[in-house]
């Protein structure tokens, strides 16, 4: 098994422990923002995992099925990505619009549960498996003859997960503990999940 293979199953692992760990604090915070971060490392988890298939047959030889060989399945699998993200976008903005919607109509009841110690304990965990899935990733590719474009864009999704899952922490914090922002206090979740798809756009439409 050669080192790309090795990272992108490390990869498969760390991911996973970050989306069940993002699905366990919206369980218990109810807040749409870390659903929508929970749901992005699920899609690096499937974005990891067709990998590991991109690195076994993209660069396979042409054949009767392939005649111009197997380099599409790279766009392909990004097409795929794409596609996804922007459907999770869709719904996580069309959820918040819901809320805000209700909110001034004087409807809404807000359930979100956002505490201190909940939003430090799911930042510390979240950026140390970005932190620690990278150092995995740089660690192979420099064991390998030339870095690999696959492991370099799984690097660069993690740093900008990692980065904004701190943004979002910090932004649930600010509408939910500083007197500042006490009257949109019930909507900060809408307002701060967004403020993230508007952000997470960026990858999908770029791919």
Sequence with gaps: MNNE???LIWGVGINAFSA???FVFYGLTKSQSLLLDSLVSFILVLSTVISLFV?????KDESEEFPLGRWAIENLFLVFRAILMLLIIVYTITEAAITMTHFFQG???DDVN???VSMVTYAALMVGSCIFINIIYSY???KSDKPSPIITIEIKASIYDGLVTLGATTGLLLFYH???FAPVKEIGDAIVVTILSLIYTVTPVKE
């Design 107 to 109: 409807t809404l009841v």
């Design 5 to 7: 293979k090795k990272a």
């Design 20 to 22: 069940v760990l993002g």
């Design 178 to 180: 500083v007197p500042f």
């Design 114 to 116: 956002i505490s201190i």
């Design 140 to 142: 192979y590719n420099k």
């Design 55 to 59: 690195t076994n047959n993209a660069h």
